[in-house]
């Protein structure tokens, strides 16, 4: 950011957009302040002004990702009911990416705030490492423990075959709760 230009308002936005559109998969702050020249705060209320105007970005543990993107092929989704202990995380979600099949997020009640949803975004074996190294590194918990293990996932696959396997597969390792 020292001698290079940042590029301000509005047309850095358009950047921003047009980088998430161009792009097959997430970019981070990061390297969105990287390509503006200026701070991954300022990114951050870019993404969210964008957002207010309904631009379809989701942010995911691995980046912002535009979502439209994803449109162009059919996507089959199902919300499933797990429970197991922090440890077993890895697996889950191993066992997800490995029949094709996205883990789109985690949904947990709270007994306060009613139900709370938090992307995740992992499709294989190196954004499942990639997810778990940020919870170890942050030193984070995940929303599961607030609910000694309960939560829902919704699922997304091209085929419905895919989910079904991985429905499957989840329920003979024990994670699906019943």
Excluded: W
């Amino acid at each position: 950011m020292k001698d290079e230009k940042k590029i301000l308002g509005e047309n850095r936005r358009e950047m921003i957009l047009k980088k998430l559109k161009e792009n097959n998969g997430p970019l981070t702050g990061g390297e969105l302040a990287a390509i503006t020249n200026v701070s991954r705060q300022v990114i951050v209320q870019d993404i969210s002004l964008l957002k207010a105007r309904n631009e379809p970005i989701m942010a995911t543990s691995q980046g912002y990702l535009y979502i439209q993107n994803q449109l162009s092929r059919q996507i089959h989704s199902r919300v499933i009911a797990c429970f197991h202990s922090p440890e077993q995380t890895k697996e889950e979600m191993q066992i997800v990416v490995d029949n094709g099949v996205t883990m789109k997020d985690v949904i947990i009640e709270h007994p306060v705030y009613g139900d709370l949803t938090a992307s995740v975004m992992v499709s294989n074996r190196k954004e499942v490492e990639q997810f778990i190294k940020k919870i170890t590194d942050t030193n984070s918990a995940y929303l599961s423990q607030l609910t000694d293990g309960t939560h829902l996932h919704t699922l997304e696959a091209d085929t419905i075959e895919k989910l079904d396997a991985a429905v499957s597969t989840l329920q003979k390792a024990g994670f699906l709760f019943e």
